[in-house]
């Protein structure tokens, strides 16, 4: 008999650790996006499927102003139908259905691609000039934009890539190669490619950014949290405990369960008061940029914290915030997605005591150490974070930049 992961009185496997905290953030932001086109990705739909019916105008007026050229029209206009029945059948139906696309309505709508693809080649075939007389066979790649947002980057390129494969087997044996004929094919090919690649790098654009800023923002809540505090998974593990206890402990007050208790109902009192002592425990270990960093997605891969004596938790909310937003600022760089970048954060030992008009002020040194971030590669909205943590120096240590920090906080024994 297999052995199964230890489990808690919550139904989480005890010992993830680090990586464990991780993975049940990322569960918070997919339970916090729509089953849909996600996030806003409805809306960019609704503007690609106007692009594309501006589209299908285009090309079917140039179909019917060239009726005279077609030897036999009739599957040219097969086509346009099965395109234009297909791409509204498809608009409607994920509109219908919150904006989802589920496998067999996407085989049904690339079939109906296809169809339109080759009755259009069949209806230009004896012209031999594709790309000046085809017509629904470039649309239809443009079609394939209707549901960049429904589907995965995957299926789209896989399509997008057979259909520019067809129509360049297609050109190269049907066309007459002649100077002046290379220019519309190329065209052609382009006008059916091109834009559903285009929308895809824009959607997965999009996509990092809300994911990246979902992140942040339910990260963002640790800046006005307490000193000391449990972090947001871990809030709602103690929110799971107490819903337990009261119903153990009502279950006894209205005579559901007796006394004195069984053997099992005990060890269950038990787990529920050992898990409910150790989380007190930990809120009185770990400051709000612990929580910060390791209930990332982000942050966790690329940010490091030394606080042993856990004075991140005197700073004031304008502190944290400057704090948090320079190490978001420093591990994201939108133009070199493919670079490691990593952050140090060493806070303390306190240092020295300053009078100050308003009070006693203790000085905090914070050292910032990365690795992968070039000094004039640093976003200048970085440098106004860190100026709202206190007075900072900043040097070039093993080719990257460090920064010196001196935090100035309230006294706590003031307090």
Known sequence: MSSLPDENTLGLIVGGGKHGKADATRRVIRAATPRRASLGTGFI????????????????????????????PRPALIAWIVLIVVMLTTFITARLFGDQLSNGAFALFIGGLATAVALDLVAVWPLHDIGRTATAAVTAGMGLILVITLRRTRDILISVAVLGTVLVIAIVINTRW?????????????????????????????????????????????????????????????????????????SVATGRTRLPLSPETASVAASLATELRLHLIEGRRETWLYHAITESDMLGKSVTLTDKASLAGLLDPQQRDGLLSAAWLLVSDP??????????????PATRSVEMPHGRKITIPIVILTTGVQRNRVDPATWEAIRKVGQYSDATQNFSLRVDIECLVDNPADQ
């Open 45 to 72: 739909g609704i503007g690609a499927a106007v692009v594309v019916g501006l589209r299908a105008i285009y090309g079917f007026s140039w179909f019917v102003g060239s009726l005279g050229h077609y030897p036999d």
């Open 335 to 348: 133009i070199r997605r493919g670079a490691s970048r990593t952050v140090a954060l060493e806070i303390g």
């Open 178 to 250: 002649e100077i002046d004929a290379v220019g519309p094919q190329i065209t052609a090919i382009a006008f059916a490619v091109l834009p559903p690649v285009i929308g895809v790098v824009v959607i997965n654009g999009f996509r990092r950014l809300v994911q990246v800023e979902l992140d942040r923002v339910l990260v963002q809540s640790t800046v006005s949290a307490p000193r000391f505090a449990v972090g947001m998974m871990a809030s709602e593990e103690l929110a799971r405990l107490d819903l337990a206890a009261e119903e153990l402990l009502d």
